[in-house]
């Protein structure tokens, strides 16, 4: 802040031509800003002082409203069975059309392997599909990329 608010360079300058009492509301205005500007910083100084001890008693009161003892965890949807391996004469292969082979383990681990089966039917090409009705008027109508449909041609249509 100048010392001497009455003698300012820049101002007497600038309102060389201005009256006094024109030159004198500038400045009172000027000083009138100037201070409420200070004001309104030493108010957020105070407001985040406030605010810090506040911070620190709602984070203190929110560590000490935890429950003391941890929860059970809850129990899993699904049953759980605990086995122990067995020699290898005790292994057990078995043969399904789900899986192939089911074995146990015996590094310590608890699992059941499985693997699936080969696939039970197989698909037919459009030449072996054919060759099975000779002699009777058939048709394949494809519905897009490995789908078709076989059609009797000497039967009526049913989509009517």
Known sequence: MKT??????LMDEILGHASPEFRESMRAEASRLAGRRRRGRARRRVAIAASIPVAIAIAFLSYMRRPSSIAAPQAASFPTVHTKALASAFYTTTKSPVFTRVTSRTDGATIVETAT???????????????LFPGRPIGLVSDGPGHARLVFLDEPSREQ
């Open 4 to 9: 001497d608010p009455s003698h300012d360079p």
């Open 117 to 131: 089966a080969k696939p039970v039917f197989q698909n037919a090409s459009d030449g072996e599909l054919l060759a």
